[in-house]
């Protein structure tokens, strides 16, 4: 069965850190590009970070620069997003995507597969 499933997600008080990980089934993780995206109710969603196959073309979207890194774990099949500085406004559920060599960060439709979300609230 293919599967993402994200955990990790929960209430930070600002300028705290949190773990988000995403454990593919089905999948070899290493074949992919690995996306983190997140949304708000009633905006699109967007491109935090993503990372080429192999760990190439690593990206941030400037206001994460910094404060989110995005890794792999190919041995355990498990993508991570390390989230520093939590700030309010990073709100959001996160997903996780797998999409194929040079997909993009910019274009959420270039990623195939997705997780079915964490809710990451930010809050005091």
């Known amino acids: 069965q293919v599967q993402l499933v994200e955990s990790g997600g929960g209430q930070v008080q600002p300028g705290g850190s949190m773990r988000l990980s995403c454990t593919a089934s089905?999948?070899?993780?290493?074949?992919?590009?690995i996306g983190w995206f997140r949304q708000v109710p009633g905006k699109e969603r967007e491109g935090v970070a993503c990372?080429?196959?192999?760990?190439?073309?690593?990206y941030y979207a400037d206001s994460e620069k910094g404060r989110f890194t995005i890794s792999r774990d190919n041995a355990k099949n498990t993508a991570y997003l390390q989230m520093n500085s939590l700030k309010p406004e990073d709100t959001a559920v996160y997903y996780c995507?797998?999409?194929?060599?040079?997909?993009?960060?910019?274009?959420?439709?270039?990623?195939?597969?997705w997780g079915q979300g964490t809710q990451v609230t930010v809050s005091s």
């Open positions: 089905g999948f070899t993780l290493d074949n992919y590009a």
């Open positions: 995507a797998l999409g194929p060599s040079g997909s993009s960060c910019r274009y959420p439709h270039d990623y195939h597969y």
């Open positions: 990372i080429g196959t192999r760990n190439t073309n690593t």
